[in-house]
């Protein structure tokens, strides 16, 4: 859980007790790649974190997969839905696995009496929600205004790693380029 744990303690001090017991509700799974984790119209009631591997999240617009996220070590997995309305998940909303992984799961209903019982785990999850929140609003903003070079240099330079290990079709969709814009840049930019 090394990845898990350095996640937490860099985004807050946090007492060994708390995380010890919050640590105690985490059950290990792995998961294979391919596979997919969220599907459409089902409640799920766990969250995910990732100590080993990458997803990433994505809708269908007419018949064609539009990413919308990705996610790795450290990081959180849940429906949008089930977390936050406890009602099932988008008619089009999906998480895969883009590489064999072992993830963490707790129970929502678990993690939010953690939250209640103990204000770092609040404060963490808290953190975590707005440090998304903020990266949302910026890729909207940017999407508004750059170009498609600035929006793929911007997204290199803050997840190099991510182009070693995700497949160029669905960064190209997240950026909202094509694989053949994408391909130009990448041999331009170089």
């Not at 953690?114 to 903003?141: G, P, T, Y």
Request: aromatic share 12%; with cysteine; net charge neutral.
């Amino acid at each position: 859980m090394d990845k898990i744990i350095t996640s937490i303690t860099n985004i807050l001090n946090i007492d060994d007790e708390i995380l010890t017991k919050f640590l105690g509700y985490l059950h290990p799974m792995t998961v294979p790649k391919k596979t997919i984790l969220i599907r459409p119209l089902i409640t799920d009631e766990n969250v995910y974190i990732i100590e080993k591997g990458i997803a990433r999240s994505y809708i269908m617009i007419n018949e064609k997969e539009v990413t919308s996220w990705f996610s790795k070590e450290g990081e959180l997995i849940f429906s949008t839905n089930s977390f936050y309305g406890k009602t099932e998940g988008y008619e089009n909303e999906r998480v895969q696995i883009l590489e064999d992984s072992l993830l963490y799961y707790i129970k929502i209903s678990d993690l939010e009496e953690l939250c209640f019982q103990h204000i770092e785990i609040s404060n963490w999850l808290r953190l975590l929600h707005q440090k998304a929140f903020v990266e949302m609003e910026r890729r909207l903003i940017y999407r508004l205004y750059m170009s498609a070079e600035e929006r793929y240099r911007d997204f290199y330079a803050k997840n190099p790693e991510i182009f070693q290990r995700v497949n160029l079709s669905f960064i190209a969709s997240y950026l909202g380029i094509s694989q053949v814009t994408l391909w130009k840049l990448r041999k331009n930019i170089k």
